[in-house]
């Protein structure tokens, strides 16, 4: 098993798709990995340090991992396949390993969130893994999270806010109705 880290999520400017990129640690061989737009958002938020006002569902996992006494160990890259990559998520679960099948996607976001390292088997380095250089990826974007919601835009929605606070909702706990 090789060391990862989060090199960066990226937009791709050929197909608009999200795309995290790891690195091997102290080498120049990445993994790139197609993720999709919820999940690249939320990798994002988590490394530009925002927290966003409800939890996310990778949050709800942390808390009902954290619930429930267990601990993630680390995220493991275990195959590639079909140009498809996979993931298992190692939980300390009084003292046993416990493995968990995964995205890699979602596996990412657990790792961002609890601080757990991120493996990958050198099988799949040496089948996914590529060596990019400084200059090669141009045809990327690195992808900024998206900004809070602007005062104007609350304003505008103000009627909205207006017609939801106007609903009588007295009596809606009584099953009578």
């Not at 608009?16 to 737009?37: F, H, M, N, S, V």
Request: proline share 7%; net charge negative.
């Amino acid at each position: 098993m090789r060391e990862m880290s989060i090199e960066s999520i990226r937009l791709s400017l050929n197909s608009y798709q999200r795309i995290a990129i790891l690195r091997e640690k102290d080498t120049d061989r990445y993994l790139t990995i197609w993720i999709g737009p919820y999940e690249a958002e939320s990798i994002s938020l988590r490394l530009h340090d925002v927290t966003p006002p409800r939890p996310q569902t990778p949050d709800l996992l942390c808390n009902v991992i954290e619930q429930l006494g267990a601990k993630v160990q680390h995220i493991l890259l275990n195959d590639l396949a079909r140009d498809t990559y996979y993931a298992r998520i190692v939980l300390d679960v009084n003292g046993d390993a416990v493995e968990i099948d995964s995205r890699p996607s979602d596996a990412i976001s657990l790792a961002v969130r609890t601080g757990a390292p991120i493996y990958a088997e050198e099988a799949v380095l040496d089948q996914g893994g590529e060596i990019i250089r400084d200059g090669d990826m141009d045809e990327t974007v690195e992808r900024e999270p998206e900004k809070p919601v602007d005062p104007a835009e609350l304003e505008r929605l103000g009627p909205f806010k207006d017609f939801i606070e106007g609903l009588d909702l007295s009596g809606i706990d009584d099953p009578q109705g």
